[in-house]
């Protein structure tokens, strides 16, 4: 700087944290950020990923060591940068490479036999759980095949903990092939936070889906919390496909088919759910036969709608409703597209709600391509689904990740919202950004409210002052806002809804 040049100290304080700013919201990203994409069907077949932001998504090719097919299990840090991922074989570290202890998962030889070259043919075969109270601790729980039994499935419900502080930072399996539980059991996993926001309720099904196994994942055990009958007819040869809890947390949903004569009828069935107690109480199901298998379920991120699919067309219902069946229509069908060689038709397989709110599609076969819902909470065939329209860098094979709602907090005013002491129970992310921001006082701001609950935008001047208030609709998620004629400097914006708030800081800056 010349000299005798006066510094403006103020104007310099503001640069310094309008750099913070820029700097956090460029790496802003979440636990459930990441898709990994690829199995090994050559010695120089290539893998991929897909990184997602809250609005919108990149497809990257890259080289990595863990294949993967239908099963998938990863979680990142809050930045978005990759910790733990799993393919029912091994257990990987955020190099893509095996894990300290990492190898061996599942033991047998079903598991070898598929695991070491593709990853496991499992739809949600594994699913990775911050452990409660240790944010650095995580359980993995993983399922497998089994040749020595006559359904092929076997009968041990398996969890291992991983430790990423372990082996300079890349992690390792402390605890390995814990068996949780002992049945026989369905192909699918799904997860959900308890109603007092630390805990995690885990459920398997049965091997027909008749039943529901409960876990329940505290800061000291791992328990099994019983086995519901939830009062279906079941699918006697077996169960494989997609259990999914709602955003919410409020339902739970399911569909797969069961074989009659050379053909497939298919049913989906929703369940309410008590994130207090863990019972599941059965709402409808629905037959949605067009003689093809089934194995997809996913709700819209709003939890109002879901979908279910067999290998042919997609379905949605509305679960708000008091006739729910009334709301059954169909949204997509599939055409003849062929994926590049080898040929295979790119059909509907299983489905993600991914971080930037759209649903995504696999097909049964080795293809470069994905179906994408680009507006899932919205009514019918507006929800738009785009065939085969996402090309990809590497051949995928089903895979899916399994990503519970990472942020669900605790259920407010339930009797089971008793864990005071717990830092974050009332903090919660609403997935809100502010941009541009630095800005001129006049910005856009993004979020998700929770289903049906009005909020409140609130913005704070350094001294705590509040110097604007909107309310915000319940069926609101874009906002423009003009602060005009406030001073330069660094606020605090705060939107509330249903007893939890979340916090962005927000630079003004005129020359």
Known sequence: MRKGKKINAPL???????????????????????????????????????NFTQNSYSVLSEQRVIPFMDTQANIADENGNILISSNGYFIANATGDTMQNGSGLNPNQCTYDYGHQYGLP?????????????????????????????????????????????????????????????????????ACKHANGRDWWVVVLSFDATHAHTFLVTPDTIQYFGNQNLQIAGFPFGFAGQPTFS??????????SNVVG?????????????????????????DFTDGNISY?????????????????????????????GATYQLVATNDTFLSAP?????????????????????STSGVLDLHEMDYPDSAGIDCTVNLHNIHLPCFNVGTVPNHPNYYLGRLVGSPCDTLTSVKDLTEHDFKFSVSPNPNNGNFRIMYLLPQNKSGKLEIF?????????????????????????????????????NGERVHKKLVVFNE
């Open 461 to 497: 001047d350094i001294n705590g002052r509040v110097v604007y208030s909107q309310n915000l609709p319940p069926w609101s998620t874009l906002q423009s806002v003009s602060l005009s004629r406030v001073a330069n400097g660094v606020y605090n914006c705060s939107i509330t809804s």
């Open 342 to 362: 080898p040929v295979f038709y790119t059909n509907f397989y299983l489905m993600y709600l991914a971080a930037n709110g759209k649903i995504y599609i696999t």
């Open 247 to 256: 955003p919410d947390g409020e339902k739970f949903a399911f569909s797969c």
């Open 12 to 50: 310099i304080l503001i640069l310094l944290l309008l750099f913070l700013v820029i700097k956090e919201s460029a790496v802003a990203q979440g636990k459930n950020h990441v898709w990994l994409l690829g199995h090994h069907y050559s010695s120089t077949s290539a893998e991929g990923r897909i």
């Open 296 to 324: 997809a379920t996913a709700f819209s991120s709003n939890s109002k709608y879901l979908y279910f699919a067999t290998t042919e067309h997609i379905h949605q219902i509305n679960t708000d409703t008091s006739n729910i």
């Open 262 to 286: 050379m053909s497939y009828q298919s049913k989906v069935q929703l369940f309410d759910f008590d994130r207090c107690s863990g019972v599941f109480s059965l709402d409808t199901v629905i």
């Open 122 to 190: 499992i739809p949600y075969g594994t699913i990775i759980l911050p452990m409660p109270d240790d944010s650095n601790k995580y359980v993995l729980f993983h399922q497998t095949c089994n040749y020595n039994s006559p359904i092929l499935i076997d009968s041990n419900f398996y969890y291992s903990i991983i430790d990423v502080t372990h082996d300079n930072g890349l992690g390792e399996v402390i605890s390995k092939n814990n068996v949780a539980h002992t049945d026989v059991f369905g192909w699918g996993i799904a």
